[in-house]
């Protein structure tokens, strides 16, 4: 089992986390007071907030953390109210931050260019809303950097650090530094202080004045080892209680861009190793509807071993459907049966009180092709909070996600995935890829073979890298090798995903009954199963990434059941004991043991109704 954020930060709560993220620097002070209360009530574990550098800093080296200049800015008041309702909280000062606010944070002088800007390793500059970004390399930025961690740390994060205090954690950086971890590897830091940084990495002298792209194997491996450094460098400003409780989110990578599914997978080695709870963000499209983005989820969840730290909870910037409660409680239930100790709510709460220092720079937005419409209030028009207390359009989805979260949440963490077969994947394919530079890469094709898997043969391929695949694990690993010479005759190597498609039919045995009924009918969704390492309880999660809708057969040799989904929709059932004693349906899915609603519904059942059998093997999730 991995060692995962509740396991790191919230060792007491015993099911899976749910975040919530307020920004308060959008939010009117007197409106904190009612918002966190509906937070709590709509079962928010945790709250998590950016902490805008330039929002704090007054001037150079002052700042106000207390509401002194401006009521919106006490942030330590905020974390007052947070723990007086018992909550608990994650900070996360960057010191970029993103977050769709000027500049992600930095102050305007970091941003004006010169020596000190950020360019990639052909030179070119590195922008946000049209301006240079710093390079965190520059002795220059390392040190007024330095000065804004040393304050938020001393004012903020230390005198509400748990125990006593709420912050049980801190969020280093933003997807990566820049929100850089899945670009490709030529995005990377490529100014003249992180070419010195690689070069002493490397360990040589004689390359100080020659550029990264000579060495493409060591810069691969640098694009993530230097993002770690950083990670590092960051983390060791904090007070010393609170530096093993450390998080990055690290985004899921495309797999339809090419660039971006390399670049995600040649950082993973550095990222595995690091000291940080390892968390992802999921802005890589919708997952209940487009097949390319509901394979990535089934790749990256499972190959990065990471909990979801921030999910889509009603921006409808490119998709209006992210405001329908169903579309992110299937990302955060499918986040869950695969692995993910938390759900993340991001945004809780539709704010609509922000100034100028926040506001981007719609000039900035319109030159590097973004709708400033996109960025006026409220800001996340769907969440499931409106600003001021009254519900939103995905309130009715969390309400569901907590009560199920709250009545079967303990169970779940106590489960395995179960799977048919291990797809080990060299760690060089993605360098291989880059470097060939033709074909749709390795690891897009493995994601989708895991979704043909599922949906056509009602098998769960779970995806590993090759170095972390353990003596034992019970069901056949498939190795797909980065160098097709490696692959001449072994039974279980693979050189492409042909060969694994013929490995894993020679490897398994023929489809018998119990698939057929992990196989819905159109053969479009998918079934995920988890079981308790005693065998005594499991979860089926179904999933339909169509617009049409799905159904599956759920047999215990006697009764056939039906699981009916809606169009993009979702269902999770809990077994104890062989029988199916309550789940969870998605608005306009059915199951015939569970009590009708059209709105979707959460149940639990004493008397079982029907028993299930299943003989599939459990591994770590």
Known sequence: MKTGIVSRLFPELGRPVILG???????????????????AAAGIDCVTFYVPWRFHELSLGEFDFDGRTDPQRDVRGLLGLIASLGLKAIVKPGPFIHAEVQLGGLPDRLCRGGEIRLTDVEGRTVTSQNQPLPS???????????????????????PSCQPPGCIVGVQIGNEGIYSDANLPMARCDGSPFARQAFVDWLGRTDAADAPPMPYPVEWARWSGAGTVQLWDWLADFLPADIRGRTLVNIPLANACNEASINGWGMRQLAFDSCRHVRGHTEWIGNAAAESGAFESHLLGVSLGGTDIVEANWGFTWTDASFADP?????????????????????????????????AMDEAGLRAEGVDPAWHVPPYCPGAPLQEGGAKGATAAGLALLGRFVSEFGGLLLRTRTCIDAILALDRPIPMRDTLGGAGVPLLAKAARLLRDSLAQDGRHIAPCWADAVQPDEGVPVIHLVAQPHQAVSHRRTAANIDEVRSRLATALPAPGRLNRLHIGRHREGVMIRRRGIDHTAEFLGFFNPSQRSETFEVNDGQHIKVVTLAPHGCAVLVVEDHAVIGGLLSAGSRF????????????????????????????PA
């Open 21 to 39: 993220d307020y920004p308060y620097y959008r939010a009117a002070p007197h409106h904190w007071p009612v918002d966190l209360t509906a937070l």
């Open 136 to 158: 965190l390399w520059h002795p220059t930025v390392r040190a007024e950097v330095a000065d804004w961690m040393r304050a938020v740390c001393r004012d903020v994060i230390a």
């Open 326 to 358: 169903s579309i992110p409680l299937f990302h955060a239930l499918l986040g869950l049966m695969l692995g993910s100790q938390s759900c993340s709510v991001y945004t809780a709460c539709a704010t609509q009180n922000w100034g100028a220092t926040i």
């Open 592 to 619: 015939d043991g569970a009590p009708p609603d059209a709105d979707g519904v959460v149940w639990r059942q004493l008397a079982p109704r029907e028993t299930l059998t299943d003989d599939r093997r459990t591994v």
